[in-house]
């Protein structure tokens, strides 16, 4: 989905980085990637969709357009 939303012209980040990750635990407790598997599978899977103050009603309506031609994407076959 997040491929698709940039092949798509829409900018959609990945910011939810696993706490254990982070340089502060890294260098606090010692954690390594692969101890909380689920944690890093869902940083790596959860993205932000442009939203701010002043977006426009046309470009709410380009985003999820977008995101539901992406949803299709990456779930056809699937049933």
Same mark, same amino acid.
């Given at each position: 989905?997040?491929?698709?939303?940039?092949?798509?012209?829409?900018?959609?980040?990945?910011?939810?980085? !696993?706490?254990?990750?982070?340089?502060?635990?890294?260098?606090?407790?010692?954690?390594?990637?692969?101890?909380?598997?689920?944690?890093?599978?869902?940083? &790596?899977?959860?993205? &932000?969709? !442009?939203?701010? !103050?002043?977006?426009?009603?046309?470009?709410?309506?380009?985003? &999820?357009?977008?995101?539901?031609?992406?949803?299709?994407?990456?779930?056809?076959?699937?049933?």
């Amino acid at each position: 989905i997040i491929d698709a939303m940039w092949r798509n012209g829409v900018e959609v980040m990945v910011n939810y980085r !696993p706490v254990h990750l982070t340089r502060y635990f890294r260098g606090r407790i010692d954690c390594k990637e692969g101890m909380f598997p689920n944690a890093e599978r869902i940083g &790596s899977e959860t993205f &932000s969709l !442009p939203f701010y !103050p002043k977006i426009t009603r046309e470009a709410i309506g380009r985003v &999820s357009a977008t995101l539901e031609i992406a949803i299709d994407e990456a779930t056809a076959g699937t049933t």
